[in-house]
């Protein structure tokens, strides 16, 4: 699936929250509050104000808890009129650049002159469902963090029964802990994961674990080195006073690599985070008339579905299709990184061309909802630090494919 614009659509500014693991540096913001954040950076970096968004899009995938309508909260909390409206998207890790796809659609039809897009995730805040869970599927009273469980006892002074009662489902429960892979397993095939498909691939295209490991390492070292050195702040907003992203140290990661035996593992593979980014979008005769500076041109989108076992790949796929609907070769590359050996796969395809220069999501982590527009803005910012005139961002999404877009520097 291709979309070229008819117009010209342009992004104005764009902006992201500093991004960190579950239980970081950022889980005393809620995924609303970060998307807040977000979309206030990327207004004031285009120079509009709130009042001049006729729409706010944002992608989030875990939305427990977050109550009604988490874009409007975002966008209200930003300063948006109540009175504009918004829509919260889902398309798992792709959401954030499915929000930045509908903006671009309700542009060209004409239904709004301004748009806000981006997507927003707090895994630190998402409640953790309730278990473990009897072979009839019956829940224990009590509550899950992480892999820990606390049951739920009889308080004191409990009746003898009561007791007895606790302690015969605990002596009958096939207990079974919540799982953090549960969210991630393929809906088309029992008891696989989509690290499963991920796994296969590699061992079908002949790409080493070694290989897979040095790719997580270089995205290591670029995402210190990027924030050491200042590169991200043109990226960049701070909320509350985090103001960097949150990566592990050269020590933790030295302890990581050295238990790193497989293909998908904690070293070479993203933590679930927390994080959000946004971007703010017009049609450039729009942009004109606001007498604000685009800084850069929206050329196409494509999305590829695949059957899950091709979703590793699918980001490849999807960003040949960006290239050859504009006719432009992308010098840089951002993908998302959603397994470390996605880089070996890139690498492969397209030789020479500058891949995450900034380091990726196996060191600044995965927020969801988030990183598909997050991908859109740090290629922004790369474009225009080091001098590019095409680019592409890309990111798969479970249950097989990925989504892709063309960008150029203006």
């Known amino acids: 699936m291709i979309f070229v614009p008819s117009a010209s659509i342009v992004i104005l500014g764009a902006a992201r929250t500093p991004q960190g693991p579950l239980d970081g540096a950022l889980k005393g913001f809620r995924a609303t509050q970060l ?16 009042e001049r968004v006729d729409e706010c899009i944002m992608g989030n995938v875990v939305s427990a808890g977050l109550m009604q ?10 300063g948006i009129p109540r009175e504009r409206p918004s829509k919260t998207v889902n398309t798992l890790c792709a959401s954030g650049m499915t929000a930045v796809w509908d903006a671009c659609l309700a542009l060209q039809s004409g239904l709004s002159k301004v748009v806000a897009a981006g997507g927003m995730e707090s895994r630190s805040n998402v409640p953790y469902y309730l278990g473990p869970f009897t072979e009839d599927g019956r829940r224990l009273p009590g509550k899950v963090r992480g892999a820990k469980f606390q049951m739920q006892v009889p308080g004191r002074g409990a009746a003898a029964d009561e007791y007895k009662r606790f302690v015969e489902k605990i002596q009958s ?8 892979l549960d969210s991630l397993m393929c809906p088309f095939t029992p008891n696989f994961a989509m690290k499963d498909y991920a796994v296969k691939y590699a061992e079908a295209r002949g790409i080493s674990i070694d290989e897979v490991n040095a790719a997580a390492g270089e995205s290591y070292r670029k995402a210190r080195a990027a924030r050491d050195s200042g590169a991200f702040a043109g990226e960049i907003i701070p909320a509350g006073d985090v103001r960097d992203d949150d990566i592990i140290s050269e020590k933790e990661e030295a302890d990581l690599k050295a238990i790193s035996y497989g293909y998908v593992t904690a070293y070479n593979a993203p933590a679930l985070g927390d994080g959000a980014s946004a971007a703010v979008l017009a049609l450039e005769e729009t942009a004109e008339s606001l007498g ?10 494509s999305r590829v579905d695949t059957p899950p076992e091709g979703f590793v790949h699918a980001p490849v796929d999807a960003v040949g299709e960006v290239e050859r609907a504009t006719g432009a070769k992308a010098t840089i590359v951002e993908a998302n990184e959603s397994f470390g050996l996605q880089i070996p796969a890139f690498r492969r395809e397209f030789g020479a061309v500058e891949l995450n220069p900034f380091g990726g999501a196996v060191a600044l982590t995965h927020p969801v909802g988030a ?3 997050r991908v859109i803005v740090t290629l922004m910012n790369a474009m225009k630090r080091l ?5 592409a961002a890309t990111i798969c999404f479970g249950s097989g494919g990925a989504t892709a877009i063309a960008v150029e520097a203006i």
């Open 35 to 50: 998307g807040a954040f977000a979309i206030s950076g990327a207004l004031k970096k285009a120079g509009v104000t709130p």
């Open 371 to 373: 990183s598909g527009c």
């Open 387 to 391: 001098g590019h005139k095409h680019g």
């Open 69 to 78: 309508a988490p874009a409007k909260q975002a966008a209200v909390a930003a």
């Open 292 to 301: 604000v500076e685009p800084q850069a041109r929206i050329r196409a989108l």
């Open 173 to 180: 429960a096939g207990v079974r802990e919540a799982s953090i």
